[in-house]
């Protein structure tokens, strides 16, 4: 080989490793912070989804959670467990309550009842379970099994009847029912196909309504949440008719998906609604101001809190003091929320809280309204003792959402942010942060992309090597 040739190839040679280099430095940079936290993980004697609380005002009782927890095709994640929690004043666990044991393989709506004791709504693989469960021992007092599928929530109503919502019905036959368990019949049923809402709309055939929550309000009033369709309604037993309608599908800008809303009136009797507004990251409370206007129109929204220090809010409560309680789904905690934003009591509750209740105050408690508090506007969360509101809070999702709003490209940027926000915290490790997922996610793909180069460039050797192999295993044994 000539001198040129040579100093070619060194060339060559030096751009190749120089690429190889580089390749390597940026799959270790991505896969650093995560390969960090497994090691602190491992090492620490605490672990990181251990219960745990940070209090400013010790709260007036005890705190219930139910946390949803993580199954995949009926395995359960030992890691990521569905389980209720109750939690003193000053955030010390008083009990557990794992449902593992009798199939129960998410936990969703709990209710606190008159006697002290507590009515669940869980759900096994074919069924939903709702049972009354005595604190103290832990033990089921009566177990009702109804054969629906992932149902959120059924209340206790008239003594001895279930007020459920109904979601994923087969060929979208979702709807609202009393079944009495006395008589084991169900003696009235509001059909959402009946009244008006149509099949394209919605969630698809799969999740049509996705109603999540129906509350008793009145004498045959019932407050239902359609979450694919953007609303809260409420529905007239005897009538059948939708008297109150706050949002329509579609209309993301007064409510995105929401759950779990909660009925209040003001001193002067305005209707009041105070909604965990899940898809837009807030919770916001809406007044009824003109009272003339017709079913869907007349509301004014009067007061929210979050955006940036929330991450998928399933659950919010008025209590008596004002404040509110909050359930901050995929931040993994529940939190008490003055009218100006501050966190005053938080508890970290992994994996995937959906619903709280003050057990003194009884389910649905009905505080007052922000107007009748003298408070309005949009208020940021603040005082956060575990260090996950406020400004610094800015997941994958949401910095795809602020990144490319207003671009050519903001609904597909949105609609992934969407996806990766509701997807990879049930794939995600639970002591990876949204972003430590996502660089080794990165670093695995690149390192695929190094190898698929690294095979293409080595393809002759290769093709040399594989056949020296095949040659020697036909030679034949002497």
Known sequence: MNLPSLIHSLR??????????????????????????????????????????????????????????????????EDKPAR?????????????????????????????????????????????LVYELNPETQERVWTERLDIHDTHDVDLINGDQLLVANMRAPNRNDRIFVHDMETDETVWEWEFEEHGYPASGGGGKADWTHVNDV???????YLVSPRNFDQVIVVNRSTDEVTMRLGSDGDHDTLYEQHNPQ?????????????????????????????????????????????????????????PNGNTLVVDTMHHRVFEVTPSGEVVWEFHAPWAPYDVERIPYGDEPGGPTMRDLGKSGDYNLSGSGLKVSGKGTKTVSFWLTATF??????????????????????????????????????????????????????RRRIRRGVSRLVRRVRRPVE
């Open 12 to 77: 060559a040679l030096s751009r190749r490793w120089v690429i190889r280099g580089v390749a390597a430095l940026l799959v270790v940079s991505l896969v650093a912070p995560a390969a960090i936290s497994g090691a602190t993980h491992l090492a620490t004697t605490e672990n990181p989804t251990n219960l745990r609380a940070s209090v400013d005002d010790p709260a007036n009782g005890t705190t219930v959670i139910s946390i949803q927890g993580f199954h995949f095709q009926g395995m359960a994640n």
């Open 215 to 221: 509350d008793k309000i009145g004498e045959g009033e």
């Open 84 to 128: 209720l929690v109750a939690v003193g004043p000053r955030g010390n666990v008083q009990w557990v309550h794992d449902g593992s044991g009798f199939d129960a393989r998410w936990f969703y709506d709990v209710d606190p009842m008159d006697d002290g004791h507590l009515l669940v709504t869980a759900t096994t693989p074919n069924a939903t």
């Open 263 to 319: 009925y209040l009136e003001s001193e002067n009797g305005t209707p009041t609604m105070l909604v965990a507004d899940s898809e837009n990251d807030r919770i916001v409370e809406y007044a009824k101001t003109d009272a003339d206007a017709p079913v869907g129109s007349g509301w004014t929204e009067t007061w929210s809190v979050g955006t940036r220090g929330l991450n998928w809010p399933r659950d919010a409560d008025r209590l």
């Open 405 to 458: 709003k207003e671009t050519p490209i903001e609904a597909q940027a949105d609609e992934f942010a969407r996806t990766w926000a509701h997807v990879t915290p049930w794939i995600r490790p639970v002591w990876m942060t949204s972003w430590e997922f996502l660089g080794a996610i990165l670093a695995g793909g690149l390192a695929l992309a190094w190898g698929l180069g690294e095979a293409v460039y080595q």
